[in-house]
């Protein structure tokens, strides 16, 4: 019996060490395979704690072809290249968000150990801790996995030199200063920028959306397509009403999709709309002082230019908009039935607010000045007229690049 006890003993002892050891290594403190089992992460590790809860005390800042962080830290299981830790995914997370911030950026991610174990061991561990940094931000974060590289180096290039008292010594046979004056500093990642490099200037502090987001759920819009369906409002005409059978008050639905940049809060989308509009027709016009105008529509394709900013889940924006328009009319009474088919310019010049309300789905509203001009037909309902008219439209759309 007492033996019995006695052996059960040993193997939770042994166990607790284990899962001790396991669950205390870092990518900044253990770059061999004899790693030291104090060294401690953070208390959360893998308790599904919301990554974004402390990106805000993040940040990334550019010296020379390297994003370096401060206030954050990557942490590995033991001897492993297992990502632990909440403190792991909030600086993952701050990296992303440069690179989601600055698309034209890309990086080679690099893994570094200090001297213990043997060279072999700690290049191939380096490499195996900078792929999984790269997969990361792929696979959680959505980075294109073009725009990152992974190489892991080792020992071989250390950034403090190693004295003869700590290089491949092991921690008890090494002093004390060894772990804080040599090894922590030369076991790390390091981000170096490939491409894109002018976009940042050197020593600046990067300030990025993905750290204003911490304790929110990150929703915003980032850069990515959308499409919109912009239902019936008003067409008011402004001016040249006798030119146009004193248009009086249209409505107007449109669709359209586009591409969304942003840079900071900076915003720019380019894109292809689509409207159909029911015209109006006063009956007391010359036009229809004879005959009883039953229908007419015009149907418009045009190019949209959104520029402006704002912040993560508002965007202002001002509107420029040259289009081609067809117009489709038909006249009839008693005797005669007459459809004519007319074409023209039209130039759209306003303004608009976007609003993210939830996952990519936003409302939005645009006020916009219309300017068409018409081809010369003495049978077509404009008349080569010169049309002005103010759009008031709704939009509801879906952005496919907004974050969870």
Not at 75 to 95: H, I, P, W
Request: glycine fraction near 12%.
């Amino acid at each position: 019996m007492t033996r019995s006890l006695a052996i059960l003993t040993l193997l939770f002892v042994s166990f607790g060490c284990k899962v001790k050891a396991s669950a205390s290594a870092s990518i900044d403190a253990d770059g061999a395979a004899e790693a030291d089992a104090d060294v401690e992460t953070d208390a959360d590790a893998g308790t599904g704690v919301d990554p974004f809860e402390r990106t805000s005390e993040i940040k990334v800042r550019r010296e020379g072809d390297e994003l370096v962080q401060e206030g954050g830290e990557i942490n590995f299981e033991t001897d492993e290249a297992t990502l632990v830790g909440s403190k792991t995914r909030a600086t993952l997370q701050a990296y992303a968000a440069v690179l989601q911030e600055y698309p034209e950026i890309d990086l080679r991610i690099e893994g570094h150990t200090d001297s213990r174990a043997s060279a072999k061991h700690n290049r191939k561990l380096s490499d195996a801790r900078a792929k999984a940094v790269r997969q990361w931000l792929i696979k959680e974060a959505g980075i294109e996995q073009e725009r990152l590289t992974a190489v892991g180096h080792g020992e071989d290039r250390p950034k403090v030199a190693e004295p003869a008292e700590c290089e491949n010594k092991h921690a008890s046979k090494a002093p004390p200063w060894c772990e804080d004056e040599i090894w922590s500093h030369n076991r790390r990642s390091e981000f170096h920028v490939t491409a894109g490099l002018d976009a940042l200037e050197d020593g600046e502090v990067i300030e990025t959306r993905g750290n204003d987001r911490a304790g929110s759920s990150g929703l915003g819009f980032y850069q990515g397509p959308y499409i919109y369906l912009s239902p019936g409002l008003f067409r008011v005409a402004v001016a040249n009403r006798d030119e146009t059978d004193a248009r009086r008050v249209s409505y107007r639905w449109g669709l359209g999709a586009g591409y969304l940049w942003r840079r900071k809060r900076f915003a720019a989308a380019l894109g292809l709309g689509f409207a159909h509009v029911p015209v109006a027709i006063d009956r007391a016009s010359e036009r229809c002082a004879m005959l009883t105008c039953r229908s007419a529509h015009e149907f418009v394709l045009d190019a949209e230019l959104r520029l402006g900013g704002g912040s993560d889940r508002v965007i202002g924006y001002g509107l420029l908009g040259p289009g081609l328009v067809i117009g489709r009319s038909r006249r009839s009474d008693g005797t005669m039935d007459v459809a004519f088919t007319t074409g023209g310019f039209s130039f759209d010049l306003g303004a608009g607010l976007w609003g993210l309300v939830w996952r990519g789905l936003f409302l939005g509203g645009e006020v916009a000045l219309n300017v068409g001009a018409y081809t010369d037909d003495v049978s077509a309902f404009h008349d080569r007229a010169r049309v002005t008219g103010l759009d008031l439209r709704f939009l509801l759309g879906w952005h496919f690049g907004w974050k969870p």
